[in-house]
């Protein structure tokens, strides 16, 4: 606060410009404003159609594939890839929609917004912006649960692949998945004490490489399968009834629904995105060109993914792809790529929690200003280190019993696909449709009952009724699994 101030006197006596000089002082030492700054007095972006579409395709690839061949097998050769395309269309067009929502007002020259947040605060206004914190906040840690599982079963799986090797596949080699949960759990608490862990530059570029690597192996693992066994497994209309009954195809199609959507799920940084791409041309014609060519990248893998893996497995097709025990051999490649996801998800687990710890300790900063364990930093020497550590009480306690949290949960259902389906019904509908709809809608001053608007209304309420049935078969999977397995002793 002090420095703030310092600065606001240091510049009264030009007024009209302190803000300006302020933000470039605090940017980069004056220079020539106009080659190296855009309209809002940041560094001059630089990004173009195609970094905007490896940004995009990277953050969409990731644990989402594993589900899918899962998920198609619940709906069969016909109704699988129909419900993929239709994910996809419905993601291209929200996401044309959301292109418009970067800058306020004018598509050339209004105020830019930095995050999806940004925008639906200033184009939708207070109330529904605390909705959707809410929402996405509930989304994030729903996201760190269900990477915890993800990467204590890969964990798990790793192992039981090694026994099973060794004992020449006789061995089921059952375990229970909580070791890994905790093993998890202690290294996200030591990375959440690290300050801006996120924002290390290298942390995503190893996400995407790690992503890659497992939907990659993933892929060609069922494409050898498939050629192994000479013959497309599955059928028209998926898993048979014999196999399960009635009720569970009913919510397993539900869920399956859920699992797809979660693979999409990615409008949130969308504007992000868009806040890297130079201008001119206006951003958001780049950046629909970009979503087109990402869009159609990931909807041809997706369907490569899902469609090997069910045709490699049939109606067996497990719920985690490269953890379900359809593939024993070659054992390395299946480490490599499990290895891969764990490292993934132990980076990307704390890219998804860092936004809620800024937010709850934000918040209860200004709530206790005087408090000494909120805003008291203690200064730890760390032998090797040049700055000193800086340790806040409350900041301490409250990452670690967030981990805790998270931890506990998946510990209590550790049902991957269930998960998953609840997470991505509860962000398809909500962020992917209803916020930029309802932005677009505000934005482009669509009149009321016009053709447009009817239209809009519509695809909003189509992706509420799929929202509400995944997110309910997705609810079911987790009360039927309970069921089988007891919390905190299920093994695999």
């Known amino acids: 606060m002090g420095e703030t101030a310092a600065a606001k006197n240091h510049h009264h006596h030009h007024h009209g410009h302190q803000v300006f000089d302020a933000a470039i002082h605090d940017v980069v030492p004056p220079q020539p404003a106009f080659k190296c700054f855009d309209d809002d007095g940041r560094l001059k972006r ?67 917004n930095y995050t999806y947040m940004d925008a639906v605060r200033s184009i939708l206004g207070g109330f529904k912006f605390k909705i959707c914190g809410l929402i996405q906040y509930l989304n994030l840690f729903g996201i760190a649960i269900g990477y915890t599982i993800a990467a204590s079963i890969s964990m798990m799986a790793i192992k039981r692949s090694n026994c099973f090797h060794k004992s020449g596949g006789k061995d089921p080699c059952h375990m229970s998945s909580n070791p890994y949960m905790i093993i998890f759990g202690v290294t996200e608490i030591l990375l959440s004490q690290i300050p801006d862990f996120d924002q290390i530059w290298w942390i995503s570029i190893v996400a995407a490489v790690m992503s890659f690597t497992y939907s990659a192996i993933g892929l060609a693992l069922g494409i050898v399968q498939v050629a192994a066994n000479g013959v497309f497994k599955g059928s028209l209309t998926g898993i048979s009834i014999g196999t399960v009954t009635q009720t569970q195809k009913i919510w397993r199609t539900f869920q399956a629904l859920g699992d797809i959507a979660f693979a999409y799920s990615y409008s949130v940084v969308l504007i992000e995105i868009q806040d890297t791409v130079r201008s001119p041309p206006a951003e958001s014609k780049t950046m629909k060109k970009a979503t087109k060519i990402s869009i159609a990248v990931t909807t041809v893998f997706y ?129 992917t449709v209803y916020f930029p709809v309802e932005m677009y809608i505000k934005q482009r001053k669509v009149e009321k009952w016009s053709t447009r608007w009817v239209c809009l209304q519509m695809l909003s309420v189509a992706c509420l009724v799929i929202s509400v049935v995944a997110g309910v078969g997705s609810i079911a999977g987790v009360m039927l699994d309970l069921k089988v397995y007891k919390p905190f002793q299920s093994t695999y």
């Open 46 to 112: 630089t990004g173009t159609v195609w970094t905007a579409s490896a940004h995009i395709v990277t953050a969409v690839i990731g644990s989402g594939v594993l589900s899918l061949a899962w998920a198609i097998a619940q709906l069969g050769w016909i109704a699988g890839p129909a419900v993929m395309l239709l994910f996809s269309l419905v993601t291209l067009y929200s996401s044309t929609l959301l292109s418009d929502c970067y800058r306020t007002g004018d598509a050339v020259s209004g105020k830019r």
């Open 303 to 431: 369907m490569l993914c899902g469609s090997m893996g069910y045709a490699a497995f049939g109606d067996a097709a497990p719920g985690n792809l490269l953890t379900g025990f359809g593939f024993y051999n070659p054992f390395w490649l299946l480490d490599v790529a499990n290895a891969a996801i764990v490292v993934h998800l132990i980076g990307a687990y704390q890219v998804f929690s860092q936004p809620i710890f800024a937010f709850v300790e934000k918040s209860v900063s200004e709530r206790f200003p005087d408090n000494d364990l909120v805003t008291k930093e203690f200064k730890i020497k760390v032998p090797g280190f040049k700055s000193p550590y800086r340790a806040n009480v409350f900041r301490v306690v409250f990452r670690c019993c967030f981990v805790v949290l998270t931890t506990v949960i998946s510990m209590l259902m550790p049902f991957f696909n269930d998960v998953v389906g609840i997470l991505g019904a509860l962000g398809f509908w909500p962020l």
